[in-house]
C-alpha cells in the first residue's frame, strides 16, 4: 500500500530522508569540562574552550564517543576505528569559534539500519548513513529587545550527534516512524533523552517528489522541526508545494526551507547569495580519533536489550499480544516496572494491571513511571494477595486506589481497614441466609424461573458482607442454598 | 594556480573581511604568492604516503582524552569581561534574524 499524492497531472510518490540532531547525554561538554544542564542562568556554563577564547583547546571527553559509539552499535552500524575531526567554517553571532567542530570525510559511525513497523503491520528497513560528532552552537534570543539579539553559550560545545539517514522513508507515517523509533532506541540506550520540546532531538527533513518510477528529483532541506507530528506535516505541506511547481511548468530549487507550524507551510530561509561554503578542513587542535577495538567490544557487550528484541521476548516468553507487547516496551522503564511485577507471578495478570490501573493512576496523579504513586514491588505485592486467596479482585482495586493515595504497601493497608476477604463458610452462610429471608418476594420468583435474579443475591449478600465476600465462595453458598426448595 | 579578484572578493567575504577595491590588487598578489610557495610543495613525489591529519606523524601523539566530569563553568563574569556589550549575563549584539 504504497503512499502516492494526487497531482493535477497525475501520482506523485514522495522521497524523504532525515538528518536528526541528538544530544548526547553527558556531564560535561564534548570538549570541555562545562556542564550540560539544561535552564541554567545565561552563560553559567561555559569555559573558555566554548566561548572561544584564543590559545584554549578542546580535550574531547572519552564518554561523549562511548555515546556516539553505543548508538551506533544500537543502530547495527559500522564503528569506524579511525575517524577524524574537520572544521566547518561559518560565521554567526551564537558561534564563538567561528567553526564547529565536526566530523565530515571521516566520521566515527558508518551504515546501519533501522526497522521501522506501520499502522498496519509492515515493517521495512531505513538505512542509516552514518552518525558524527560535533560540538552544538549558543543560543539567539531576537525578541527581547528592540535593536539587539542576546546571545547564551550555556549550549556552546554540548556534545551532539547527527545522525543521517538513506532517503529510503515514501510517506509522512514513514518518517515519523523512523523517528519515533529512532527516539525510542536513543532512550533505550541511554544515550540522548530525545526531549523534543528542549530541542535535545531536532530533525530536518529532506524532501523530493517524483514520479512513479523515475529517479531522484531535487530535493529541499526543511530545518530543525521539534515534534514528530510537525515532521509528518511538513514533509506532507513541502511535498505538495513541489508537485504544485512541477506541475505548473517550474523547477524545484535546492534549498533550505523553514515549516511554520501556525500556517503549516513551508518557506524559503535563506537566499542564494548566501549559499553556504563551509571550507571544511582538519582542525588542526585535535589528532585523528584512534579507537580500541576491545574497548569497543566492551560497549558493545553492556549494550541493553533493545525494543524490538524486549517486544519480542515479551511475545514469546510471557504470551503477550503484539499491541501489549509493544505498550510495555514503548519506554525502557516501562518495560523495567513490567518485568519487575511480573518476575515469578502471571505475567498477563501483571500486564493488565500496569496497563489498565498503574496507567489510568498516573495519568490522574499526573506522575510518571520514573515516580510512580505505587511501586513494582508493591503492585506485585497486592499481586501476591490475590494469588493467595487474601484478596478478591474487586477488594485488591480498592486496595490499589488506597495505595496510590497513601503510598503505603497493600499488606499494611489490608490490616488497617480490615480489606481482608471473608472465607468462612459460616459467616458467608449465615448472610446467605439473612439476605435470603429479607427477600422471600424475590426468592419465590427465581424459583419461578426468573433465574437472572442470581446476580441480585451475588450483589446483597457482597453488599452485606462490605464488599469483603469471597466472590467463589458466595456464588457456591448461594447456589446450594438456593437449589433447596424450602427457605 | 592563480586566483582572479572574483575569487579573492568571494573568498574575503566568506571571512567577513572587508576589502576595498583599492586592497584588492595587493591582496590578490599575497595570496597568489602563498599559493605559488604551496605549488613547490605539490611537486614533492607523495606516491605511496598516507596523508596526515595534523601535525605529528599517526600514532605519535593519540587524541588525549579527558573524563566525563564537570571542572569549569559558573564564569559568566569572566566570559562576558570583554563583550563590547551586554545586557544582564548575556551577550547582546546587533539585531540578527533571518
Known amino acids: 500500500m504504497s503512499y502516492v499524492i494526487e497531482g493535477t497531472t497525475g501520482p506523485w510518490e514522495v522521497v524523504i530522508g532525515l538528518e536528526v540532531h541528538a544530544q548526547v547525554l553527558s556531564r560535561a561538554k564534548l570538549f570541555s569540562g562545562a556542564p550540560t ?29 562511548a555515546q556516539a559509539v553505543r548508538t551506533g552499535l544500537g543502530l547495527n552500524a559500522e564503528i569506524h576505528l579511525w575517524s577524524r575531526f574537520d572544521r566547518k567554517n561559518y560565521f554567526y553571532a551564537d558561534l564563538p569559534q ?14 546501519g539500519s533501522v526497522e521501522i513497523e506501520l499502522s498496519d503491520g509492515t515493517r521495512r528497513k531505513v538505512g542509516i548513513t552514518r552518525l558524527h560528532l560535533e560540538q552544538d552552537a549558543g543560543k539567539s534570543l531576537h525578541d527581547q529587545h528592540p535593536t539587539k539579539s542576546f546571545i547564551d553559550l550555556n549550549r556552546s560545545g554540548v556534545a551532539l550527534m547527527e545522525i ?20 525510542q532506541i536513543l532512550r533505550y540506550l541511554g544515550t540522548c533523552d530525545g526531549n523534543m520540546e528542549e530541542g535535545s ?18 530535493r529541499c532541506e526543511v530545518k530543525n522541526v521539534n515534534s514528530i507530528r510537525f515532521v509528518m506535516q511538513a514533509v506532507e505541506a513541502e511535498a505538495r508545494r513541489q508537485i504544485e511547481v512541477w506541475e505548473q511548468g517550474g523547477t524545484v530549487e535546492q534549498e533550505t526551507r523553514l515549516f511554520d507550524t501556525a500556517r503549516g507551510l513551508t518557506r524559503s530561509m535563506r537566499s542564494k547569495e548566501d ?14 580519533l584512534v579507537l580500541d577495538a576491545a574497548w569497543v567490544e566492551g560497549l558493545r557487550a553492556a549494550l541493553p536489550e533493545l525494543p524490538d528484541a524486549r517486544r519480542a521476548r515479551y511475545m514469546r516468553d510471557f504470551g503477550l499480544s503484539a499491541y501489549d507487547a509493544g505498550v510495555l516496551t514503548a519506554e525502557r522503564e516501562i518495560a523495567d516496572y513490567f518485568e519487575a511485577v511480573a518476575a515469578g507471578r502471571d505475567p498477563k495478570q501483571a500486564a493488565n494491571w500496569v496497563m489498565g490501573d498503574l496507567f489510568a493512576a498516573l495519568n490522574r496523579t499526573k506522575r510518571d513511571i520514573i515516580d510512580p504513586p505505587v511501586s513494582a514491588a508493591d503492585l506485585g505485592a497486592l ?30 493497608i489490608v490490616e488497617e481497614r480490615g480489606l481482608r476477604q471473608v472465607t468462612d463458610a459460616g459467616a458467608i452462610e449465615a448472610a446467605v441466609e439473612a439476605v435470603l429471608a429479607a427477600n422471600a418476594d424475590k426468592v419465590a420468583e427465581y424459583r419461578a424461573g426468573k433465574e437472572k435474579l442470581f446476580g441480585f443475591f451475588v450483589g446483597q449478600v457482597m453488599k452485606a458482607m462490605a464488599g469483603k465476600g469471597n466472590p467463589a465462595l458466595v456464588n457456591e453458598a448461594l447456589r446450594r442454598r438456593l437449589g433447596r426448595p424450602e427457605v | ?18 576589502l576595498s577595491d583599492a586592497d584588492l590588487p595587493r591582496v590578490q598578489g599575497e595570496l597568489n604568492a602563498i599559493l605559488g610557495w604551496i605549488e613547490q610543495l605539490q611537486a614533492v613525489d607523495t606516491e605511496g604516503v598516507e596523508p596526515m591529519a595534523g601535525g605529528a606523524p599517526e600514532g605519535a601523539a593519540p587524541m588525549p582524552m579527558r573524563e566525563d566530569v564537570v571542572t569549569e563553568g559558573g564564569i559568566a563574569d569572566l566570559i562576558l569581561a570583554n563583550a563590547p556589550d551586554r545586557e544582564g549575563d548575556y551577550f547582546a549584539v546587533p539585531k540578527v534574524v533571518e
Open chain 2, 1 to 18: 594556480m592563480s586566483l582572479d579578484q572574483a575569487t579573492v572578493r568571494r573568498v574575503a567575504a566568506l571571512a567577513r573581511i572587508r
Open chain 1, 37 to 65: 544542564a539544561f535552564g541554567a542562568e545565561p552563560n553559567s556554563q561555559v569555559s573558555f574552550v566554548d566561548a572561544g577564547f584564543p590559545g584554549m583547546l578542546p580535550v574531547i571527553n572519552r564518554e561523549c564517543v
Open chain 1, 201 to 218: 532531538l531536532r530533525a530536518d527533513v529532506n524532501v523530493s517528489v517524483r514520479r512513479p518510477g523515475e529517479g531522484f528529483r531535487t
Open chain 1, 164 to 183: 543521517v539517514s538513506e532517503p529510503d522513508m515514501r510517506s509522512p507515517e514513514e518518517a515519523g516512524a523512523y523517528l519515533a523509533k529512532l527516539r
Open chain 1, 275 to 288: 549559499a553556504h561554503d563551509y571550507r571544511y578542513f582538519p582542525d588542526p587542535d585535535l589528532p585523528p
Open chain 1, 383 to 412: 499481586l501476591d494477595l490475590m494469588a493467595d486467596g487474601t484478596l478478591s479482585g474487586k477488594l485488591a482495586k480498592e486496595v490499589f486506589e488506597a495505595m496510590v493515595d497513601t503510598g503505603r504497601p497493600p499488606a499494611a
Open chain 1, 98 to 111: 567561528g567553526y564547529q567542530i565536526s566530523q565530515y570525510a571521516y566520521p566515527i559511525v558508518g551504515r
